[in-house]
């Protein structure tokens, strides 16, 4: 190791991978085992799948298009946000299939220059994502390490079933019925405008909030296993409230009604935020992403589950949008 580095100022170059597998197992240690479970150190990992089946899907994150290190608000990141965020939208995936989260495995792609503390903290983001939104049987099953130009992350998140699925595409008709709505909305994009802001400002409680919420998201993964065999259809809310609504509809053959007397209940929650950043607060109740709460399809019939709100129905008349629902990658 270079003598002429203090450990804050380390870099994964002057680790190598043994090194930083090594620091990463450290950050997050007690998260590599459980019953039946073999872990990261072998090709691949074995992971108990009790129901026969189980559920399985990747995302990732990129820096600049996902994260940055250093905002230009001043907002910096340490790496904790970014491998909770990570685990976050992951865990979210499973519990909107109406799962229990089992395993998570990491890919990290980063410059030499990434420093160490970067990785360290970044381990200890997604371990304790997976303890405080409640998911603490996830295990660590491992990943993978290679070098990139800026840092590139995805996680590949697995889960069992409680029962049968939550499809996007109901098994009936579902004209009709009502959309609810459970977790946070607009808060990341508000958090977003916080973070983007172009220099630095004092920032007062409910702009640190916002931050909070973008940088640390919160998914209500209890809430996806706890509707099975009630909701007909659901799914997470990474892109938009109108984006996701609007998939969730198409996926019935349908278009998705949102109610305006809710818009405009959510967004007056950020209408000091919203003045401060020249902002339309409906906006970001509607298009902003990156929230993670989920949209589920229930017949008018049933009551509505303990927690969520009705923000719509799903209707055969096409519903007015504005030119830009939501976030696209390209
Ligand atoms: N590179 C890929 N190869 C195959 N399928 C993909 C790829 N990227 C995304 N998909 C699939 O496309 C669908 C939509 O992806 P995405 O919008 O990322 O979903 P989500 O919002 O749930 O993360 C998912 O079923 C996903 O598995
Ligand atoms: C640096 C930076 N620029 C822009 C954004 C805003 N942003 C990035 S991804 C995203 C939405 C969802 O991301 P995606 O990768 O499409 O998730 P998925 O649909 O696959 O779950 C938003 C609002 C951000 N978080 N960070
Ligand atoms: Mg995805």
């Known amino acids: 190791m270079a003598a002429t580095s203090t450990p804050q100022q380390r870099t994964v170059g002057e680790l190598g991978e043994a090194g930083i597998l090594e620091l990463l197992r450290d950050s997050y240690r007690g998260w590599t085992t459980a019953p039946g479970v073999i872990g990261p150190g072998d090709d691949a990992a074995v992971i108990p799948a009790p129901g026969g089946k189980f559920v399985i899907a990747t995302d990732a994150m990129n820096e600049g298009h996902h994260f940055l290190r250093s905002w230009p608000s001043g907002v910096t990141d340490t790496g904790y946000s970014t491998g909770w ?11 909107a299939m109406g799962a229990v989260p089992s395993a998570v495995s990491i890919s990290l792609a980063m410059p030499k220059t990434t420093p160490v503390s970067w990785v360290a903290h970044f381990g200890r983001g997604i371990a304790n994502a997976c303890r405080w939104l409640g998911a603490p049987q996830t295990v660590i099953s491992g990943g993978d390490l290679t070098r990139a130009e800026t840092i590139a992350t995805s996680i590949t998140a697995t889960a069992n079933l409680v029962d049968q699925p939550i499809l996007r595409t109901a098994a009936e008709d579902v004209t009709g019925y009502q959309l609810i709505h459970t977790g946070n909305v607009g808060l990341a994009a508000a958090g977003f405008a916080v973070a983007s802001h172009p220099e630095p400002r004092h920032l007062y409680h409910a702009e640190i909030r916002a931050l909070r919420g973008f940088l640390r998201p919160r998914p209500p993964l209890s809430q996806g296993p706890k509707v099975v065999g009630k909701v007909s259809a659901m799914m997470d809310v990474s892109d938009s409230i109108l984006t996701d609504a609007d998939r969730l509809a198409a996926a019935n053959g349908l278009h998705a ?11 007056a929650k950020f209408a000091e935020i919203a003045q401060r950043y020249e902002a339309d607060a409906n906006h970001w109740v509607l298009t902003g992403g990156e929230d993670y709460g989920l949209l589920a399809v229930l017949d008018p019939a049933l009551e509505i589950p303990a927690g969520w709100d009705v923000i719509g129905y799903l209707t055969t008349e096409p519903q007015q949008r504005p030119e830009v629902t939501g976030w696209d990658h390209f």
């Open 85 to 95: 965020k990570l685990a976050a939208q992951n865990l979210s995936d499973m519990s």
């Open 257 to 267: 009604h949102i109610d305006p007397d809710w818009t405009s209940r959510k967004a």
